[in-house]
């Protein structure tokens, strides 16, 4: 089998990568080693940028994420046990973001590629890629019982963190910058509306919580946990007492409403970042280039960030026959995940709590919250980061 670009994996980037290129009529495949059901209820990231949407809208993925979708003006912090909310619009001359859950973004474009192609094999476990210095890279994938191979113009590994993709690069060719931290968070769905409009960012002496959400019905929280915590030892009742403990405010009484909590699961915080995102005729996107921290919403938008401007690049490729954009790629998008590396690594060490920190560094962490609630330019950083910087 022969196509122009190979696509390896089916999360939000390779899908939208497939879209995109479907759209510019350059043809593509994806190969996507879970099946439909297991990567349309993964349960992941649920905030989009501005730029994100807007990117989903233009390639006809925007119809019901403009009917479900929740528009989003602010954010709360919380600490010091008072609240302070970041108006986005005011901060950043009118940007906001939009509630709309990554299961959601993915059902939709499998829905339109199944409809509309370019072709999608689920069950397609994707081995090594080889040739990658080559001007005809190959994929070698499992599928039906039986090993193939997939001849392409470019390989693109959208295979996420554990994906097979990146080790296509030469280990002398390439450089990975990594960055553990000392917690984990525990996140949970909770069959109850939520207990806030916007989302609340809570630093406290008993750690972090996030209270987010999916939906008016449904409740997305998560809680910073020591690493190889087991969700086992957090019954319901013990989540929704740290909640409430943690997001508590000295100016307004404050209690979530309780109710059944689904999908406990553990995950840790990690920071990863492989350079170059491309080598000879394969290019990374997404998880399988960079991980943020959950803290600053950002894993999802990357990825779509990068593939844009691959799409772009790809696209211009196939119609011109200049790899001028190609070229620029790596770089192109290595300056926007920085950015967001730093952001995700600032949000997550401002309001979580290091099991070995002093009391010196909490204070330290509470100037600096105290900075942001006080001054219009340190709040207007981090609105404009969170909602996100320009897609070039
Ligand atoms: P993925 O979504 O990981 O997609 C990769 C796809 O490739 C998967 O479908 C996988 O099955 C497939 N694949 C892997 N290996 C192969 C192979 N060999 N052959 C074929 N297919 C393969 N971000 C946030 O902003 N907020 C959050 O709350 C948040 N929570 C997260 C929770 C978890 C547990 C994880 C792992 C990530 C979370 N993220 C969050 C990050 C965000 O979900 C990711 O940044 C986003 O999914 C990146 O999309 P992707 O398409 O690059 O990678
Ligand atoms: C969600 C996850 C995040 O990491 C975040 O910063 C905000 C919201 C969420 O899953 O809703």
Same mark, same amino acid.
């Given at each position: 089998?022969?196509?122009?670009?190979?696509?390896?994996? =089916? =999360?939000? @980037?390779?899908?939208?990568?497939?879209?995109?290129?479907?759209?510019?009529?350059?043809?593509? %495949?994806?190969?996507?080693?879970?099946?439909?059901? &297991?990567?349309? #209820?993964?349960?992941?990231?649920?905030?989009?940028?501005?730029?994100?949407?807007?990117?989903?809208?233009?390639?006809?993925?925007?119809?019901?994420?403009?009917?479900?979708?929740?528009?989003?003006?602010?954010?709360?912090?919380?600490?010091? *046990?008072?609240?302070?909310?970041?108006?986005? /619009?005011?901060?950043?001359?009118?940007?906001?973001?939009?509630? &709309?859950?990554?299961?959601? %973004?993915?059902?939709?474009?499998?829905?339109?590629?199944?409809?509309?192609?370019?072709?999608?094999?689920?069950?397609?476990?994707?081995?090594?890629?080889?040739?990658?210095?080559?001007?005809?890279?190959?994929?070698? &994938? +499992?599928?039906?019982?039986?090993?193939?191979?997939?001849?392409?113009?470019?390989?693109?590994?959208?295979?996420?963190?554990?994906?097979?993709? *990146?080790?296509?690069?030469?280990?002398?060719?390439?450089?990975?910058?990594?960055?553990?931290? /000392?917690?984990?968070?525990?996140?949970?769905?909770?069959?109850?509306?939520? !207990?806030?409009?916007?989302?609340?960012?809570?630093?406290?002496?008993?750690?972090?919580?996030?209270? !987010?959400?999916?939906?008016?019905?449904?409740?997305?929280? &998560?809680?910073?946990?020591?690493?190889?915590?087991?969700?086992?030892?957090?019954?319901?009742?013990?989540?929704?007492?740290?909640? #409430?403990?943690?997001?508590?405010?000295?100016?307004?009484?404050?209690? /979530?409403?309780?109710?059944?909590?689904?999908?406990?699961?553990?995950?840790?915080?990690?920071?990863?970042?492989?350079?170059?995102?491309?080598?000879?005729?394969?290019?990374?996107?997404?998880? +399988?280039?960079?991980?943020?921290?959950?803290?600053?919403?950002?894993?999802?938008?990357?990825?779509?960030?990068?593939?844009?401007?691959?799409?772009?690049?790809?696209?211009?490729?196939?119609?011109?026959?200049?790899?001028?954009?190609?070229?620029?790629?790596?770089?192109?998008?290595?300056?926007?995940?920085? *950015?967001?590396?730093?952001?995700?690594?600032?949000?997550?060490?401002?309001?979580?709590?290091?099991?070995?920190?002093?009391?010196?560094?909490?204070?330290?962490?509470?100037? #600096?919250?105290?900075?942001?609630?006080? !001054?219009?330019?340190?709040?207007?950083?981090? @609105?404009?980061?969170?909602? =996100?910087?320009?897609?070039?």
């Amino acid at each position: 089998r022969d196509t122009t670009v190979g696509i390896i994996g =089916g =999360g939000p @980037a390779g899908l939208l990568l497939a879209r995109l290129l479907h759209r510019a009529a350059v043809d593509c %495949v994806v190969l996507e080693s879970r099946d439909r059901a &297991y990567v349309e #209820q993964r349960q992941r990231a649920g905030i989009l940028e501005q730029g994100t949407t807007d990117v989903l809208r233009a390639c006809g993925a925007g119809e019901r994420l403009d009917r479900e979708g929740l528009v989003h003006e602010g954010i709360e912090l919380r600490f010091d *046990r008072r609240s302070h909310r970041l108006d986005f /619009p005011a901060l950043t001359d009118g940007r906001r973001v939009t509630v &709309y859950a990554q299961t959601e %973004v993915v059902k939709d474009l499998i829905a339109l590629q199944l409809a509309e192609g370019p072709p999608l094999l689920f069950g397609a476990r994707a081995l090594a890629v080889t040739g990658a210095d080559t001007d005809r890279p190959r994929v070698h &994938y +499992a599928h039906d019982g039986r090993e193939h191979t997939l001849a392409c113009a470019y390989v693109v590994g959208c295979d996420g963190f554990h994906g097979v993709a *990146r080790q296509a690069i030469p280990e002398s060719a390439r450089r990975t910058f990594t960055r553990r931290y /000392p917690y984990s968070w525990l996140g949970v769905l909770a069959e109850v509306p939520p !207990s806030c409009d916007e989302l609340v960012y809570a630093h406290s002496d008993r750690g972090f919580a996030l209270l !987010s959400m999916r939906t008016p019905t449904v409740s997305r929280l &998560y809680l910073q946990v020591p690493n190889d915590t087991d969700p086992a030892d957090w019954p319901d009742e013990r989540i929704w007492d740290e909640l #409430q403990a943690r997001a508590a405010v000295d100016t307004v009484p404050w209690k /979530p409403a309780r109710g059944p909590l689904t999908a406990k699961a553990v995950l840790p915080l990690r920071s990863s970042v492989t350079e170059p995102m491309r080598w000879g005729r394969i290019l990374l996107a997404g998880d +399988a280039a960079h991980i943020v921290p959950p803290t600053g919403a950002k894993g999802l938008n990357l990825a779509v960030a990068d593939v844009t401007v691959l799409a772009r690049a790809l696209t211009h490729r196939h119609r011109t026959g200049s790899a001028e954009l190609l070229d620029a790629y790596s770089a192109t998008c290595l300056r926007r995940v920085w *950015r967001a590396e730093h952001f995700s690594h600032f949000m997550t060490t401002a309001l979580h709590t290091d099991p070995e920190q002093s009391p010196f560094d909490t204070r330290l962490q509470l100037s #600096q919250l105290d900075r942001i609630a006080g !001054s219009w330019h340190a709040a207007a950083e981090l @609105a404009e980061n969170y909602t =996100g910087l320009p897609l070039y």
